[in-house]
């Protein structure tokens, strides 16, 4: 089993930032691809980012790109996701998951492990 816990959410006021941080533990982190996935309330969860196994490659859906930066640190087991420009409608649950694969997916079926969520509320 891998142990995935989120921190680092919280309430902003629009345009500031927040720091998300995803602590691995359980197996080898550095084995699988990572996504960031978001739910906001009476909404599905979408996916907001993935990076493969050693980070050689990035993704980013389009509401976020160029405001989200998405990294992994494989030596201290832990994925992030940089937030900046934060606007109202990026309030959610924000999750991240590990597949047990080289690449990312946005598709949240392909995922198999999940973190317990952080919240994060951002203020207009």
């Known amino acids: 089993q891998l142990q995935l816990v989120e921190s680092g959410g919280g309430t902003v006021q629009a345009g500031g930032s927040l720091r998300l941080s995803c602590a691995a533990s359980g197996r080898t982190f550095s084995s699988y691809a990572m996504g960031w996935f978001r739910q906001a309330p009476g909404k599905e969860r979408e996916f907001v980012s993935g990076?493969?196994?050693?980070?050689?490659?990035?993704g980013y859906a389009d509401s976020v790109k160029g405001r989200f930066t998405i990294s992994r640190d494989n030596a201290k087991n832990t994925l992030y996701l940089q937030m900046n420009s934060l606007k109202p409608e990026d309030t959610a649950v924000y999750y991240c998951?590990?597949?047990?694969?080289?690449?990312?997916?946005?598709?949240?079926?392909?995922?198999?492990?999940w973190g317990q969520g952080t919240q994060v509320t951002v203020s207009s």
């Open positions: 998951a590990a597949r047990d694969a080289l690449d990312y997916s946005d598709y949240d079926g392909a995922y198999d492990y």
């Open positions: 990076i493969t196994w050693i980070g050689g490659s990035t």
